[in-house]
């Protein structure tokens, strides 16, 4: 996404923040941080398109499932073992 260091280091405040009120069981990870990557790009002045982002973290998403990193429960167990994600989709 080549973001600048600020916008990365607001997402990684924002992902902290949310995560110190909710608890990783009622929330998706992965969907909490495509959301705050997207809303810190947004507040430091560097927007990216939200499919950009999507895409590019469904990709990384795909690779960790592959590597045996990122457990198939729940929501990850619908993607597809493709690296691509159809935009008309639910998971999208």
């Known amino acids: 996404l080549k973001l600048p260091r600020v916008a990365v280091s607001t997402a990684?405040?924002?992902?902290?923040?949310?995560y110190a009120k909710h608890s990783?069981?009622?929330?998706?990870?992965?969907e909490v941080a495509v959301a705050?990557?997207?809303?810190a790009?947004?507040?430091?002045?560097?927007?990216?398109?939200?499919?950009?982002?999507?895409?590019?973290c469904h990709k990384l998403k795909v690779r960790g499932m592959q590597a045996?990193?990122?457990s198939t429960t729940g929501s990850v167990a619908a993607l597809t073992n493709s690296g691509s994600?159809?935009?008309?989709?639910?998971?999208?």
């Open 12 to 18: 990684m405040v924002f992902f902290h923040r949310f």
């Open 24 to 30: 990783f069981q009622d929330h998706d990870r992965f």
């Open 36 to 39: 705050c990557i997207v809303l």
């Open 41 to 56: 790009a947004k507040t430091e002045e560097s927007p990216k398109k939200l499919t950009t982002v999507i895409d590019e």
């Open 68 to 70: 045996g990193r990122i």
């Open 85 to 92: 994600i159809d935009p008309k989709g639910e998971e999208f």
